[in-house]
């Protein structure tokens, strides 16, 4: 009876709005990768972007959005039909097409180690315009593992698995998965207990045994576990990093059982257990007391860069649906485009969406040359400190951003099969916690910047940075850096007596950076580009708590997205 009220007819229009190609719709990826890779390369990935923008939003989004609503969830599967322990993950079809879809896009294969980072960073950005849905972490996972194994791994172990973890194709392809995380903590890995001790009968093989607490991706082909050989060394330096595989007769679990699965927050479509070890056979990743390293530089790493590039991704969605909702819905006889208040909000959204993907592609890029072994050591240092900071920024803006959607779309933004923000914001709220908590992340640059006297380097790099821009106006970004180097000199040697001084100091060193790597883009990019710097520098550097933004950045940064 009520189908042609005009509200109706709104949301009917703003829901066939939604965008059919998320690559085509991201004209700014195009622009960062333009300024970070190069318009060649770009111009060489571009069919696999394309292509992989449209199977996003046509398969993955509503394989996961059928998967949430209707509860269709893994199951842990202990036994088969005649009773023997299998410790299998069940998955509705839909995940395993929305799986398909993701390795046939070559995602995996692109990380070849010479200049795929880009490549295989703009493939997960897509992606994760539909939040983690239970497929990025699989992804994420496996990318890491391919990168120890091929770094770290002996021949035998790179001849075996590389091919099946670094696969173009699903079928026949080998998942990873990375098991740090114990009951006692997820932090401090050093308090690792779960054992290893050599296997007496098969040359280079050790046995695991202990229970691991968050194992994300349980049914994953190969396990990536840290355990302590024993009689080695407390705390992390004791460490290694084992390759098990799940089942050694292609059947049978190896020496494991899953307790149960993990009910979540968010990313409720990815199999989390708790799994117990009991003699699992496993190899060495790298050096017997190398695992700590193994795990942090090649799995961790991997994960915090990647966890970055998929906050963004998010953030992006939720832009999206913000903007085209605000565009179509009317309130008080206009759209709610037309308010001066929704506008900022909008215009707010969009500029943090683009400071993430800045730093977080300037950070690719770093990955690149140290992939390419281009990379020199104030580029390393770099690195280091980025991938930590820049993991720690964007995760909690992804928060922020999404929930600023979900005002924007108002109660509808809260209905779970009225958009994907609720499901959204749960998987961005778990993107905060997982390779490494906020806190944790802010000691471990404290720690690092102590040892290894990494600010000296990121303020050259920022530096460069600067002197490349010609046509905008980098003063206020040379003070707040100025002025947050002198802040953090003092901080970093105080300790743990820091307290919250340190975490407030490198946020604002993050926000120095995000415009920076803004401003960085603006020698190639437009005027949107040069009004998205510009606002991002007076949000969230200026000295003014309470800033008023001109009509006209808003509009400015805007462009043609509420026409
Ligand atoms: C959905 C999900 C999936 C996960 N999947 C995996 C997985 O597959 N593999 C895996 O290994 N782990 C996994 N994790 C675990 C995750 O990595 C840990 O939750 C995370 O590292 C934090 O550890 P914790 O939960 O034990 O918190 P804790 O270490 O107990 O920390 C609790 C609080 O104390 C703070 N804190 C602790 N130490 C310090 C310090 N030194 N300085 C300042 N603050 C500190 C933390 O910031 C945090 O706020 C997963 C987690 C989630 C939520």
């Known amino acids: 009876m009520n189908e042609e009220l005009p509200g109706r007819e709104d949301l009917v229009r703003w829901a066939e709005s939604r965008p059919t190609n998320y690559y085509e719709e991201s004209a700014n990826l195009r622009d960062v990768l333009d300024a970070r890779a190069g318009i060649e390369r770009r111009r060489e990935m571009e069919p696999r972007l394309h292509r992989f923008g449209g199977v996003v939003a046509s398969t993955i989004d509503p394989a996961v959005t059928i998967l ?34 993701v390795w046939d896009s070559g995602l995996l294969a692109c990380d070849d180690g010479a200049g795929g980072a880009f490549e295989q960073a703009a493939l997960f950005y897509l992606l994760s ?15 890491g593992l391919g990168r120890a194994v091929a770094g770290r791994g002996s021949p035998a172990l790179r001849d075996r698995y590389l091919g099946g973890l670094r696969s173009a194709r699903y079928a026949g392809s080998l998942r990873g998965s990375q098991f740090l995380t114990e009951v006692q903590g997820g932090s401090d ?30 049914d994953a082909d190969l396990f990536a576990v840290t355990a302590r050989p024993e009689s080695a060394a407390e705390g992390t330096r004791g460490l290694g990093c084992f390759l098990v595989p799940r089942t050694l007769d292609g059947a049978t679990p190896n020496g494991f059982r899953i307790r149960q699965l993990k009910d979540k927050l968010g990313t409720r479509c990815l199999a989390s257990a708790e799994i117990d070890f009991d003699g699992a056979l496993g190899w060495p990743i790298g050096g017997i007391d190398e ?107 992804a928060t922020d951003v999404v929930h600023q959607g979900i005002e924007i779309l108002g109660g509808n933004g809260t209905i779970e099969n009225f958009s994907p923000l609720p499901r959204l914001y749960r998987d961005a709220v778990v993107y905060e916690s997982w390779e490494g908590t906020h806190n944790v992340l802010c000691a471990q640059v404290q720690r690092d910047c102590t040892r290894l006297n990494l600010l000296d380097d990121v303020v050259a790099w920022i530096g460069e940075e600067l002197s490349t821009v010609t046509d905008a106006e980098t003063g206020p970004v040379e003070s707040a850096l100025a002025e947050v180097t002198t802040q953090l000199r003092e901080t970093i040697g105080a300790g743990e007596g820091a307290g919250g001084r340190l975490r407030r100091q490198l946020d604002r060193l993050a926000r120095v950076i995000q415009a920076t790597t803004l401003l960085h883009e603006t020698s190639s990019g437009g005027d949107e580009k040069r009004a998205v710097a510009s606002l991002f520098a007076s949000a969230r550097l200026g000295a003014d708590r309470d800033p008023s933004f001109a009509t006209s950045l808003v509009d400015r940064v805007l462009g043609e997205d509420l026409s």
């Open 68 to 101: 949430e609503h209707r509860r269709e969830l893994p199951a842990h599967v202990p036994y088969d039909a005649v009773g023997r322990r299998v410790d299998r993950i069940e998955f509705h079809p839909e995940y395993e097409r929305a799986s398909a879809a």
């Open 129 to 143: 315009h539909v939040g983690e849905g239970g497929v990025a972490c699989p992804a994420v996972c496996t990318a």
């Open 291 to 397: 695992g700590f390293h193994v795990a942090v530089e090649e799995l961790l790493n991997t994960s915090r860069w990647l966890n970055a590039v998929g906050s963004t991704g998010l953030m992006r969605r939720s832009y999206l649906e913000a903007v085209s909702f605000a565009r179509h819905r009317r309130a008080f006889g206009r759209t709610i485009a037309t308010i001066a208040i929704v506008r900022e909000q909008l215009a707010l959204m969009k500029a943090e969406e683009y400071a993430a993907l800045s730093s977080t592609l300037a950070l690719t890029g770093l990955v690149d040359r140290i992939d390419r072994d281009d990379a020199d050591p104030r580029e390393r240092a770099v690195h280091r400190l980025l991938v930590n900071v820049n993991k720690y920024r964007t995760s909690l803006s």
């Open 189 to 218: 890995v050093g308090a690792n207990l779960v054992g290893a001790r050599r296997d007496a009968e098969i040359e280079g093989a050790w046995r695991i045994t202990g229970e691991k607490w968050f194992c994300s991706v349980a």
